[in-house]
């Protein structure tokens, strides 16, 4: 059991909770993810840790309201516990300095992006960060984001806040304007695409954390199943982060729909 | 062994045994037929996940097939069993109605007889070893059956006797895993006297006799009762903690742990690298297993989903494929299907599992191997093709390879293919732990006699150093690596 101690709404439907786990905030590195359970009929979630406090003994996860699960954790308060909570897992992001990278992030990936945009500016690199919403509302950890960011471009889809456009879109610009040496980029499975698709033009090395389906993420079952350089992995223990140009995304995209018939009904109960 | 003989012949001699064996004339004791283990009717049993199919054997039923057991000067059915359990004596205590010290015999060898009594290949062990099947081509005595009975009759009874335990010597031991092998590891280790604690990496304790034998052959009731036998002997459990993830080893030897057992199992599982493989649809027994014994999705209140297909077609003949088809009949399938590519007479599982799926309706294609996947229109599976395949000649395993006949492939429909082809040993911990010895199968290497790793605080028994392999062997690898880790300790620490 793992007390939250602190619970707050970043958007309409996106939450940060503080979580005591001390022995998690110890070991774990950026790109590191966590898996949770909320009650004894509880499904297993993957969560990334966005940050941790070493004196605290709490990491801190972001998480997106958008089904039975996620509901079951967002509707938890400070004071509650969190019936199940593993990691750190999946390997950690290979940090170097690389001289300028751009990082993308797209809804609610902007959270798993965080800790490696700090530590890469903290190698030395200059960072210049894209993120991106639908819209104003959406937009989560602007601020945070600054912080560590050289530069840090906002866009949104509708326009009501930065600039409107795709996030391909901010990012292209960046690489056409400067040299970018190296490529982070997280979100829907379908931003990660075309973002791969952008940088593998430009012939920039790009990595993506990927959002699979998992169970109990520690290499036993294999629903996190992806074809990178047509080489079936798992992405809980082979990943989460790979190469962008070497993914079969259109698998993984066909992959992340296994259960939607069963999520659906599950939805009309 | 020659102690161990001489114990045997000892004990063989006791009173009691003479005046029981006395009791009987042989010839008698051979005419009595075993006992037939009563079941659940299939048409019922496949309603329901959590029904029991064997029932166990009543008080009566027991004695009576206890007494078929002669008590052979030479009791070969020991050597057949990989504990050494001395069978003619618990056997015995059955048939003289002390069903308690029936239990506390089997006790004295096996962690969990509970469990083995139900999961243990014993047509291939004890019951292939026995006088009935050897020399007189008769069925065995039902050691199997009657180890279940003895173990279930004390546990029902309420009357568990937890074993002594020594006074505590404040060493720190570590298991890692709570598969059989850490259990039995345990177990031991707390007897002995140190303070044990088990790391678990799952929500659940209990490792592959948890999430993946379901319960219709394995309630988690028997496997609960064992855990709190355990905690009560003082075991400590952390679930939810990955060791060379959670903590490194090193940071466990810092909080004071002096010596580990690795027990962490051959969870990773093999896929047959063949087209299509990936689709929605196909899927491990250990992901389908997982989401219906751990996560229990085949409730109605469960947040997991996991696929009701109407043709499910399960590749592999061993255990997990049985467990595996045999679900997808319970959650609704209309015809379970085995794609096994050799023979029903190659097949690793236990006897008794293929013929409860033999009965419950499993349809089995025997010579098959699938080659390829086809998607439906929304990109699932929807066929499979199948190599149809002949038996060579036998190959290392001492098996007849199975080899493709030229040209004859099939498709068969099918909307779910659970691939059951075998496990490899989990890599998570060797890839943390740099100087541990491993074999080029990815086991750890250990001291066969000790079960000591390269790693001198380091031990390893179970399915981590023998690839996918049964329950008692992992029992019995845990038993033999706490004997002579206390030997090791006692020699460190001067105890
Ligand atoms: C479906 C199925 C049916 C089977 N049926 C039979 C049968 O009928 N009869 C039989 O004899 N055998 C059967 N087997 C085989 C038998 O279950 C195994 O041989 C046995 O369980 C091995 O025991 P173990 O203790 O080595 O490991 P496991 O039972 O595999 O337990 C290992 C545990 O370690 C945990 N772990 C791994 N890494 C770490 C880590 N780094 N930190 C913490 N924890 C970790 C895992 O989560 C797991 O819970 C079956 C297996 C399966 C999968
Ligand atoms: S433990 Fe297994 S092999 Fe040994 S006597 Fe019992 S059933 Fe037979
Ligand atoms: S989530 Fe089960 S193997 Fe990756």
Redesign the interface.
Same mark, same amino acid.
């Given at each position: 059991m793992n007390k939250i101690v602190e619970k707050q709404r970043l958007s309409e439907l996106v939450f940060k909770f503080v979580v005591e786990a001390p022995?998690?905030a110890? #070991?774990r590195k950026p790109g590191n993810f966590v898996i949770l359970?909320v009650?004894e009929?509880?499904?297993?979630i993957p969560l990334t840790i966005v940050d941790s406090d070493l004196e605290k003994g709490t990491i801190t996860l972001i998480v997106q309201n958008v089904g039975? #699960?996620s509901g079951?954790l967002c509707v938890l308060e400070a004071g509650e516990c969190i019936?199940?909570?593993?990691?750190?897992?999946g390997k950690a992001t290979h940090i170097f300095k690389a001289g300028t990278i751009l990082a993308m992030g797209g809804g609610v990936g902007v959270a798993p992006l965080y800790p490696i945009v700090e530590a890469f500016k903290k190698a030395g690199n200059r960072v210049i960060t894209v993120i991106a919403a639908r819209n104003k509302d959406l937009l989560i950890l602007e601020k945070e984001m600054r912080e560590y960011s050289d530069e840090l471009i906002v866009m949104t889809d509708d326009g009501s806040y930065g600039k409107k456009g795709l996030i391909t879109e901010g990012a292209e610009e960046v690489i056409k304007r400067e040299k970018v040496n190296e490529c982070i980029a997280i979100g829907p499975a379908i931003m990660m695409k075309f973002a791969a698709q952008l940088t593998k033009k430009y012939d920039i090395p790009t990595q993506v954390s990927l959002n699979t389906i998992m169970?109990?993420g520690?290499?036993?079952?294999?629903?996190c199943?992806?074809?990178v350089n047509g080489e079936?992995k798992f992405t809980c223990?082979d990943g989460p982060e790979f190469n962008a140009h070497q993914i079969d995304f259109d698998?993984m995209l066909?992959?992340l729909?296994?259960?939607k018939n069963?999520?659906d009904q599950?939805k009309k109960? | 062994m020659t102690d161990y003989s001489e114990i045997l012949k000892q004990e063989r001699n006791a009173d009691w045994r003479v005046e029981l064996r006395n009791s009987v004339a042989n010839k008698d004791r051979v005419t009595v037929e075993r006992v037939k283990m009563t079941e659940a009717e299939p048409s019922e049993r496949i309603k329901s996940q959590t029904c029991e199919v064997n029932k166990g054997l009543t008080a009566d039923e027991a004695r009576r097939e206890a007494s078929r057991c002669m008590d052979c000067v030479t009791p070969t059915c020991i050597e057949g069993c990989p504990v050494s359990i001395n069978i003619p004596k618990f056997v015995k205590y059955i048939e003289a109605g002390k069903f308690l010290q029936a239990a506390a015999t089997l006790k004295e060898f096996s962690a969990l007889p509970a469990v083995c009594g139900r999961v243990c290949p014993q047509e291939k062990q004890c019951e292939a070893k026995c006088f009935y099947t050897q020399k007189m081509k008769k069925e065995p005595v039902a050691i199997g059956y009657l180890e279940r009975f003895a173990a279930d009759f004390e546990r029902e009874s309420g009357k568990i006797q937890v074993p002594k335990v020594e006074k505590r010597n404040g060493i720190k031991i570590a298991a890692i895993g709570s598969g059989p092998a850490s259990l039995s590891f345990a177990g031991d280790m707390i007897k002995f006297g140190y303070d044990v604690t088990v790391f678990e990496a799952l929500h659940e304790i209990g490792g592959v006799l948890k999430y993946g034998i379901p319960e219709f052959r394995l309630p988690n009731s028997v496997v609960d009762v064992e855990l709190e036998n355990l905690r009560q002997m003082g075991v400590n459990f952390e679930k939810n903690f990955v060791v060379g993830r959670t903590a490194s080893f090193d940071d466990l030897k810092e909080l004071g742990y002096k010596a580990f057992f690795i027990g962490s199992g051959a969870g990773l599982p093999n896929f047959m690298n063949i087209p299509g493989e990936n689709l929605n649809g196909v899927m491990s027994s250990n992901e389908y297993l997982t989401r219906v014994n751990l996560m229990y999705a085949n409730q109605s209140d469960s947040d997991t989903p996991v696929l009701r297909g109407k043709c499910v077609a399960v590749i592999g003949g061993g255990n997990t494929a049985m467990d595996a088809v045999r679900t997808s009949k319970r959650l609704g399938a209309e015809r379970s299907i085995i794609i096994y590519r050799r023979s029903r007479d190659e097949m690793p599982a236990r006897l008794e599992e293929i013929k409860h799926a033999e009965e419950e309706g499993i349809e089995f294609m025997n010579l098959a191997n699938p080659i390829e996947y086809l998607p439906n229109a929304e990109g699932r599976v929807a066929k499979v093709r199948l190599q149809r395949m002949k038996l060579g000649e036998p190959d290392a395993s001492g098996r007849r390879k199975p080899v493709p006949i030229e040209g004859d492939i099939v498709e068969i429909d099918i909307d779910i293919a659970i691939v059951a082809i075998g496990v490899s040993p989990n890599p998570l911990i060797p890839a943390c732990l740099a100087g541990l010895k491993m074999s080029k199968w990815g086991t750890i290497e250990v001291n066969e006699q000790t079960m000591q790793s390269s790693i001198p605080e380091i031990f390893a028994g179970g399915d981590i150093v023998r690839g996918g392999a049964t329950v008692i062997l992992a029992m019995g690898d845990g038993r033999k690596a706490a004997g002579s880790m206390h030997d090791y300790l006692k020699n460190k620490h001067n105890l």
């Open positions: 022995m998690i110890k #070991s359970r009650g009929k509880g499904e297993r039975a #699960s079951k019936t199940d909570l593993v990691g750190p897992l169970v109990d520690t290499g036993m079952c294999g629903a199943r992806v074809t079936t223990v698998e066909q992959r729909r296994a259960y069963e999520e599950a109960k | -």
